[in-house]
């Protein structure tokens, strides 16, 4: 390795191009970094401060208050929700008491007509079963009327028949204790 | 970077690292635009291109590259608050910048033929230093004298509280240097470490097991990259609460 240095490289490199020892002890440069360093840090940092992190600060400040709005606006949205949830659980309550008291309206006014109806039945019923019956008291009377009439023409007859006369009013009167026994 | 010389091989794993001027071949004077300037003018770029490109829709969605930028800004947001309390917030806006500049220098470096600023003690110096001298005088500033109670533990046993204190001064004055070789050493070693590994490839040899050599230091470079720009942030910030609430 050639040692020997020029001027035109510098103390810290030899003619081949190569350092000597190590470049970053060499004093030579060591000005020209510092100055590019805080040119650059001094850059950066007015980029920084003036531009890029209020900007940031600004967005995330703005994203939080939106993600802020955005779940109060949801929790309003539920609570609205279960309100309408409650709201049309009540309307199907009452829907249902409703209806259960037009069924129970109506079966008692059916009942009420029901009754009406069976009473009027009923006595129609009890008319024409006195009726019948007085038919029937009739038709008997007719009968047994008919029956003594008969018992003493055969009776008369029968007197008549075995030679023996008698007169009308004694057959009647033992008929009559005939048929009373 | 190895060439055959004389039938054996020369490597110069810190060549990387030389400051070269952009125009011209002169010598490098403090103004002189050389590729260290290039490439923090590129870290600068970057910056401008994630933050403020980036965040330029202020969309309440935000876009890939905004939400890189919220994420960043997040997260040192978070460290100042944690580490330093919300009196710390005040200072936010440079502990970003230290924390960026470190970030992207130390990933643009990760290009290859690129250059790495943070691998210079010089300037990982004035990062350090400039965070010392900034916290001390802001100690003394909003503390005055109390200010040096942070060296006297008054919860130690009276005998050990002056040693205690020498030690604490010590380190506090360590502080600064370990926080800028720290940086600079992870660096540079990582970037010398991949040079090494890439000479050993010219070899057919052992070029396979280079070349996977290659893949294995870049992967923990990427890794150290990260770390150490965090690592620089937090420190950052232990100082600062340090100067903000010295009691113990």
Partial sequence: MATETTDVAGVCVDAGGSALGMPQLCADWMPNQ???????LIAIYFVMSRIALP?????????????????????????????????????????????????????????????VELQKADAQIAAKTAESEAAIGEIRAGAVKSVTAVAKDTAKELVAAM???????????????RMKG | ?????????????????????????GPVHWYTVTNLTVWMVIALAAIVAVFVMGSRGRAVIPTRLQSIGELIYGFIYKMVEDVC?????????????????????????????SYSPTSMIAVTAILGFGVFFAVTILGFVKNGPAFLGLFWMSDAPA??????????????????????????????????????FAGFAALTLVSPVAIFGIVAIYGLEVLVCGIQAYVFTILTCVYLKDALHPAH
């Avoid at chain 1, 600004?58 to 208050?65: F, N």
């Fill in chain 2, 85 to 113: 309390g919300k009196d710390g917030l005040r200072y936010f806006p440079y502990i970003m910048t230290l924390f960026l500049f470190i970030l992207f220098s130390n990933y643009l470096a990760l290009i290859p033929m």
């Fill in chain 1, 55 to 115: 900007r940031i600060s600004a967005v995330l400040a703005e994203r939080s208050g939106t993600i802020t709005n955005d779940i109060a606006a949801a929790e309003e949205l539920k609570n609205k929700a279960a309100e309408a949830e409650a709201a049309y659980d009540q309307a199907l309550l009452d829907a249902r008491a409703e209806a259960q008291k037009i069924v129970a309206e109506a079966k008692a006014e059916i009942q009420a007509d029901l009754d």
């Fill in chain 1, 34 to 40: 510092i100055f590019w360093l805080l040119v650059t």
């Fill in chain 2, 1 to 25: 970077m190895a060439e055959e010389k004389e039938g054996g091989l020369v490597f110069h794993p810190l060549d990387q690292f030389i400051v070269k001027p952009l125009f011209g071949d």
């Fill in chain 2, 159 to 196: 005998i050990l509280r002056p040693i205690i204190a020498v030690i604490e001064v010590i380190s506090y004055f360590v502080r600064p240097v370990s926080h800028s070789i720290r940086l600079a050493g992870n660096i540079m070693a990582g970037h010398a470490v991949l040079k090494v």
């Fill in chain 1, 163 to 177: 030679g023996g006369t008698a007169d009308a009013k004694t057959i009647t009167a033992a008929v009559t204790a």
